[in-house]
């Protein structure tokens, strides 16, 4: 359910396990959106819970985090602990490039190796920057 703010909170269904859940919101950068200024500038938030161990353990030590970054134009940052072996990753960015940081985070917590196989093809099939 939207909120007055722009922004979307959905709560995690109730599980036995502790899975990954997201809550964005919209903001803007500086100057955007002003008087006579097109409105082009809107950066988004998305939180994750992912679990510490495939964080701490995984996704930073193996490069995933700086991968999927560079790749997406996103800036990830990794927060407390929050719950019982779950810490908070936040992402800002545009909207579809942290939905294509969240694909590439999935794929990477299913040992998927797309992330780093289009490190050196860029997203489109290109040659990376």
Known sequence: AASAAGGCEEPAPAFAEPLPTARCRETQRPGAG?????????LAVVRLLLPHRRVHGQLIPWGYFTDIAKLCGVGISVG???????????????????????????CALSQCRVALALRDTGPCGGAAE
């Open 34 to 42: 002003g008087p006579g200024e097109a409105q082009t500038d809107s």
């Open 80 to 106: 407390d602990t929050v719950a019982p072996g779950l810490c908070q990753i936040r992402l800002t960015g545009a909207v579809a490039a942290n939905a294509l940081a969240v694909l590439y985070l999935q």
